[in-house]
C-alpha cells in the first residue's frame, strides 16, 4: 500500500525558513514525478513546485527565488525549502507523487498519490 507522509510543517516569524519532507512508500524517485501543493482556507488548491524524473523543476511565481524544490533519490525524500517566508504562504502543504509514465506539472489531476499534508503558519 502506498503511503506518502509529509512532516516539517510549523509556526515561523515572516522571513523565517522551513523545510518541509515527503516520504513516500514504494516510489523510485529517480523515475517518479513530484510535487508540492498548498492550500489555505477557503481557497483551491495551488501548485507550489514540481520536480520531474530528469530533475528539471517549475515553480509558482509567487515563491520564485524564495522556495527550492529537490529530492534525494538515495534516501526516497522529497524536500521543499521555504526560505523569506510571507504571511500568504499560511496553507496547509501537501506532497504528491506519480508513478511513470507521468509528467510532473502543476495540476492537481496529474497526481493519483498524496500525503495528509502539513500545516504551515506564518506570523507578520
Known amino acids: 500500500q502506498v503511503q506518502v507522509v509529509e512532516s516539517g510543517g510549523g509556526s515561523v516569524q515572516a522571513g523565517g525558513s522551513l523545510r518541509l519532507s515527503c516520504a513516500a512508500s514504494?516510489?523510485?524517485?529517480?523515475?517518479?514525478?513530484m510535487a508540492w501543493f498548498r492550500q489555505a482556507p477557503g481557497k483551491e488548491r495551488e501548485g507550489v513546485a514540481a520536480i520531474a524524473n530528469n530533475g528539471f523543476t517549475d515553480y509558482a511565481n509567487s515563491v520564485k527565488g524564495r522556495f527550492t524544490i529537490s529530492k534525494d533519490n538515495a534516501k526516497n525524500t522529497l524536500y521543499l525549502q521555504m526560505n523569506n517566508l510571507k504571511p500568504e504562504d499560511t496553507a496547509m502543504y501537501y506532497c504528491?507523487?506519480?508513478?511513470?509514465?507521468?509528467?510532473?506539472?502543476?495540476?492537481?489531476?496529474?497526481?493519483?498519490?498524496w500525503g495528509q499534508g502539513t500545516q504551515v503558519t506564518v506570523s507578520s
Open positions: 504528491a507523487a506519480d508513478r511513470p509514465p507521468c509528467i510532473a506539472t502543476m495540476r492537481p489531476t496529474s497526481y493519483n498519490y
Open positions: 514504494q516510489f523510485t524517485y529517480s523515475t517518479s514525478c
